[in-house]
């Protein structure tokens, strides 16, 4: 638990993973790698879908998966904002947003949209 938050965090002087601080630190940073993903996973949606003759195209399975993290990792992004906002982190919310968020960009990191 602790350790993951800590090797999330970064290194961000006088920024310690637990504090107020370090859970906003650490949420906005997941904020950030989720809004990089989501420009991917949209990118790749609005592809012509796989058919004869298409080179780069979006599979439909594929989209579904990226419609489903993203919406995990989004959920939990709300739940560690509020929670962030109003002064009541648990590590849980920290580390769900954390996790959600990496694998939603794990998905798109494997995305062919060029």
Do not use: W
């Not at 298409?54 to 599979?59: A, L, P, R, T």
């Not at 419609?67 to 590590?91: E, F, I, K, M, P």
């Amino acid at each position: 638990g602790l350790m993951l938050v800590a090797a999330l965090s970064g290194c961000v002087a006088g920024v310690h993973p637990g504090t107020p601080q370090g859970d906003a630190q650490t949420v906005y940073q997941a904020e950030s790698d989720y809004a990089v993903a989501l420009q991917a996973a949209v990118a790749y949606r609005e592809l012509p879908r796989c058919g004869a003759g298409v080179v780069i195209c979006h599979d439909d399975a594929t989209v579904v998966h990226l419609q489903y993290a993203a919406r995990a990792a989004s959920d939990a992004l709300h739940t560690a904002q509020s929670a962030v906002q109003h002064g009541v982190v648990s590590v849980s919310v920290v580390t769900d947003a954390v996790n959600t968020v990496r694998a939603f960009t794990a998905l798109a990191a494997n995305l062919k949209v060029k």
